[in-house]
């Protein structure tokens, strides 16, 4: 089956660095996104990954590993607004996406 | 980027109803078109997806004939929640992807929150 596995919820503290992780198994890959989503508003893209190595776009950075299945979100600088949940998507051989269900990230001042 | 327009936001209607949501392509061509669902503290799960012109094609699990889906045009697509239960009550979400390809982005709409009473 697939599966995309990612923490449930973080904690960070504002200024510091935090880094998601997203580990998946799909059938076939055509990329990994992420995306932010706020409580109650629909997500919105931050990057999108198809060949190895690291996407780096202002605060925040993805990081993706095809052999190892496996992304992570860098975000820096943390600011009170990133506090939000953060979906890590996987497009598979069919172009369908494959959602995480979210890592609730938690700043604390 | 690309916007997709998403219409009502909200909506509260009573139990037996039907009630239309809209999602509006307003800067280019949306060739196929998503809908998800999310309940709480979930992730987004995927209904249907349309293309222009021809009949959706939905997810295990998803009553065709309860959630009308109409992608007649390359701007708009429309699904409709039939007689509605309080269980339908959710966080509804369309997205849209042009005409670039497979790969290209989807945009999401703002979302529409649905309450059955």
């Known amino acids: 089956g697939q599966n995309i596995d990612q923490p449930t919820e973080m904690t960070a503290t504002e200024g510091a660095i935090v880094q998601i992780n997203c580990t998946y198994q799909t059938s076939g890959f055509n990329g990994l996104f992420w995306y932010q989503q706020h409580a109650g508003e629909a997500p919105t893209f931050l990057s999108y990954n198809v060949l190895d190595g690291l996407e780096e776009k202002g605060r925040f950075s993805s990081f993706l590993s095809r052999s190892k299945g496996y992304s992570y979100l860098l975000l820096k600088e943390l600011q009170m607004k990133d506090s939000a949940s953060y979906l890590c998507a996987v497009m598979d051989s069919n172009y369908q996406l494959i959602w995480g269900a979210g890592t609730k990230l938690i700043i604390k001042p | 980027g690309a916007v997709v327009s998403q219409h009502p936001s909200r909506v509260i209607c009573k139990s037996g109803t039907s009630v239309k949501i809209e999602c509006r392509s307003l800067d280019f061509q949306a060739t196929t078109m998503f809908w998800y669902r999310q309940f709480p503290k979930q992730s987004l799960m995927l209904m249907a997806t349309s293309n222009e012109g021809s009949k959706a094609t939905y997810e295990q699990g998803v009553e065709k004939d309860k959630f009308l889906i109409n992608h007649a045009s390359l701007t708009l697509s429309t699904l409709t929640v039939t007689s509605a239960h309080p269980e339908d009550s959710s966080f509804y979400i369309c997205?849209?992807?042009?005409?670039?390809?497979?790969?290209?982005?989807?945009?999401f709409g703002q979302g529409t929150r649905l309450t059955v009473v």
């Open positions: 997205s849209a992807r042009g005409t670039g390809g497979s790969d290209t982005e989807a945009f």
